[in-house]
């Protein structure tokens, strides 16, 4: 089974503080994704790597960073946490290329409160 | 630019009563469409998805869905609902083939009352 774990399940931070959330798959994707879900806004991209180093930005990339050393594993970073980043945010991971490799594999989902 | 349309955000049903969930995406070139599930606290799972082929689509737990090229709908359909299906699902289109381009609808919560 395809796996992808995410490092917390919940985390509280405080205000200005800086985040990391940790996303790691065992099934030597190429892609590797962070999505923020919302109520009523379903999943919004933050970003994308697509391969070691490489990165895109996705919909909604202010306010975060990631980091991509080792093919296995993509971190989200919060510079500096804000109230109006608190959200559930998910780690998903594919196959390069498309048609039967469209498929993206989530992880359980990390519910970040800001206070 | 392609966009995913979910027209009803809550869906209450009766278990045993028939379902159907409705998606409408828009798309100037040949698309790929899924349908994800969320249960409570959990990430997302594969439903099903459409890739060619025949447009009625068959996935897990008893649910299919119908593509409707001329009307661009997947809507989501499973003829007898259990407690256990009271999830969000989530509707999500991709126009080049590739998971980059995956836009997800805003997403149905279906609660199955007793």
């Known amino acids: 089974d395809v796996k992808v774990t995410q490092s917390s399940r919940y985390l509280v931070k405080r205000t200005g503080e800086k985040v990391f959330l940790e996303c790691v798959q065992d099934?030597?994707?190429?892609?590797m994704f962070w999505y923020r879900q919302d109520p009523g806004l379903g999943l919004r991209l933050i970003y994308f790597?697509?391969?070691?180093?490489?990165?895109e930005k996705g919909d909604i990339p202010e306010g975060y960073s990631v980091s991509r050393e080792k093919k296995e594993r993509f971190s989200l970073i919060l510079e500096s946490a804000s109230t109006n980043q608190t959200s559930m945010y998910l780690c998903?991971?594919?196959?390069?290329?498309?048609?039967?490799?469209?498929?993206?594999?989530f992880g359980q989902g990390t519910r970040l409160t800001v206070v | 630019a392609q966009s995913v349309t979910q027209l009803d955000s809550q869906v209450p049903v009766f278990e045993e009563a028939p379902v159907e969930l409705r998606c409408n995406y828009s798309?100037?070139?040949?698309?790929?469409l899924f349908w994800y599930v969320q249960y409570p606290n959990q990430g997302l799972q594969l439903l099903l998805k459409?890739?060619?082929?025949?447009?009625l689509v068959k996935g897990i737990n008893g649910f299919e869905a119908e593509f409707n090229k001329s009307q661009t709908s997947f809507h989501l359909r499973k003829p007898s609902v259990h407690i256990s299906d009271t999830a969000e699902y989530f509707c999500?289109?991709?126009?080049?083939?590739?998971?980059?381009?995956?836009?997800f609808g805003s997403g149905t919560q279906l609660t199955v009352l007793p």
């Open positions: 998903a991971s594919s196959l390069l290329g498309g048609g039967m490799n469209t498929e993206a594999f």
């Open positions: 099934m030597d994707h190429e892609n």
């Open positions: 790597s697509y391969d070691v180093k490489m990165k």
């Open positions: 798309s100037s070139v040949s698309v790929y």
């Open positions: 459409y890739l060619s082929g025949s447009t």
């Open positions: 999500a289109v991709s126009s080049s083939g590739s998971a980059r381009q995956l836009t």
